[in-house]
């Protein structure tokens, strides 16, 4: 059975090893970047990254002191015999979750009022912790903990571009990304994951572009043409010679996933979300008997 209270101690969990365990994706692409890297600065750099993945992992304590906001991805099981989901529930589960984990990992209290910058106690407040849902055909519901630091999250862009023939779009957007990893330069921690999203609404395309951060790294899109321009748009990127921490070097992103909506006959929404090199994200699998499966 689903309870309120097990999604408490599931979220205490995946936020857990989100903060102090980063993904075997995101670490292997970071040793990756150290054996080829040929700028002795960057492989100082990358090396004191990997060890403090080993350290954070030992002591489990978390990976950065910047422990983020807490963003979190749901799937509903259409699939789930005999569960009628409570979404009340599972969002008090999830918020009371984050309050005790804030206590007990611990958490820097991050989250404040957006005017008055009041609040940052327990990472909870108005519309945070923040839920996206979606329902597709299994037993159960799936939570991913996705704690997002403010360093990368602050050199986000958004543009609405004119409506063009393919080339030019693509050489629009490829400009456009181009000119956001320059202007971040090194202010999201690099080596980052970049996100873009392609279409939709203005807020579609933002929310595109951070759920593309979900993908694993060297992960291709399964439409063959944009996985061959994200392949194109890293290099492009990689090319900068930004580097780690934005020192020079010949790894300035991991990687760059694209996601793509429909659009109106008028628009061309891009939106482009980093991810610093302390990519975090855990999630855990609850099936409908109560049974919990972590990934």
């Known amino acids: 059975m689903i309870t309120k209270e097990l999604i408490k101690e599931v979220t205490i969990t995946i936020l857990r090893r ?42 489990q304590r978390p990976l950065c002191q910047d422990t983020g906001i807490p963003l979190f991805y749901v799937t509903l099981g259409s699939g789930s ?20 984990a804030t206590k007990i990992i611990p958490l820097r209290p991050n989250v404040v009022n957006a005017i008055t910058r009041e609040g940052g106690e327990a990472n909870i407040g108005d519309r945070m912790p923040h839920i996206n849902y979606k329902i597709v055909d299994i037993d159960g519901l799936k939570i991913i903990a996705f704690p997002k630091g403010g360093g990368s999250e602050n050199v986000s862009a958004f543009t609405m571009l004119s409506p063009k023939p393919e080339e030019e779009a693509l050489k629009e957007i490829t400009d456009f990304v181009l000119d956001a990893v320059l202007r971040a330069a090194g202010k999201p921690c690099p080596p980052t994951i970049i996100g873009v999203g392609i279409g939709g609404s203005a807020d579609m395309a933002m929310s595109l572009a951070k759920a593309a951060l979900l993908r694993p790294v060297g992960k291709r899109h399964k439409d063959a043409r944009i996985a061959r321009i994200e392949a194109k748009l890293l ?61």
């Open 235 to 295: 290099d492009t990127v990689n090319n900068t010679g930004i580097g780690p921490m934005g020192l020079g070097g010949k790894t300035t992103a991991l990687d760059l996933h694209i996601e793509t909506a429909d659009t109106h006959i008028t628009s061309l929404p891009v939106a482009i979300n980093f991810q610093c090199w302390a990519a975090r994200k855990a999630s855990a699998m609850i099936y409908s008997n109560g049974e919990v499966e972590y990934v």
């Open 81 to 100: 015999v005999n569960v009628n989901f409570n979404l009340t529930e599972i969002e008090s589960g999830i918020r009371e979750g984050v309050k005790e």
């Open 18 to 59: 989100a903060e102090t365990t980063l993904p075997s994706d995101v670490k292997e692409a970071l040793a990756r970047a150290y054996e080829c890297e040929e700028n002795e600065i960057a492989k100082v750099q990358l090396k004191a990254m990997l060890e403090n993945v080993k350290l954070a992992e030992e002591m």
